[in-house]
């Protein structure tokens, strides 16, 4: 379970249990960012100490759905020192709360999912290319086993375009339901106003 306490300095940060980065240990932040539409497919966590700038740390890595990649590197004080997003450094708002932690990296991790399938498709069309320029001077056998891994590889990088366009069509229906609540709860309290200030006229012509 998640330790979450505050830090020396005065800050608040999200805090995982240093002794327990695994994927059972990360089972709550998996859910929380689960809740914030982020679904992980996988998890690499050793529960390894290593040492980085005279530092204890642990490192976690998971997979998204859509095969974005999260590296988080954790303080012995089970602190999360740093979040990168398929390789690089991203800002994330430091919280007390796990949950406000799992958010924070569910946005950014949203907003680069487009940018992340449109790299996944440049490297799908390489593969392409690559196939292409081959010579023809391979045996039909050769060039067959070639073939499908070829297919095996286009089909991989097609299934993970097709998981990132669920993920953002859900995140759409999802802003949509948002809107059309927030639309109706405007409406109803501009009804209650209009009998308000209807009824406050009544009193008033009464008064009179």
């Known amino acids: 379970m998640a330790d979450e306490r505050f830090s020396k300095n005065g800050k608040s940060y999200a805090l995982l249990t240093f002794d327990q980065i695994t994927e059972k240990g990360l089972k709550e932040l998996v859910t929380a960012l689960k809740r914030n539409k982020v679904n992980i497919a996988g998890i690499e966590a050793d529960n390894r100490a290593r040492r980085k700038d005279g530092l204890q740390t642990k490192i976690a890595v998971l997979r998204c759905e859509d095969q974005q990649e999260i590296a988080i590197l954790v303080g012995d004080a089970g602190d999360i020192i740093q979040t990168k997003l398929n390789g690089k450094i991203i800002p994330i708002q430091q919280s007390e709360k796990l949950n406000a932690y799992a958010k924070s990296l569910a946005t950014a991790i949203k907003a680069e999912a487009p940018r992340f399938a449109k790299s996944l498709a440049r490297k799908t069309k390489q593969v392409v290319n690559r ?16 073939g499908r891994a070829v297919v095996e590889q286009l089909q991989t990088h097609i299934d993970e375009l097709r998981k990132i366009l669920s993920t953002q069509n859900e995140a759409i229906a999802t802003a949509k339901n948002d809107i059309d609540k927030e639309k109706k709860r405007l409406e109803s309290e501009r009804a209650v106003t209009v009998t308000l200030t209807q009824e406050l006229a009544n009193l008033s012509g009464e008064q009179q």
Request: hydrophobic residues 30%.
């Open 131 to 146: 196939v292409a320029a081959r010579p023809a001077s391979k045996t039909s056998r050769e060039r067959a086993r070639e």
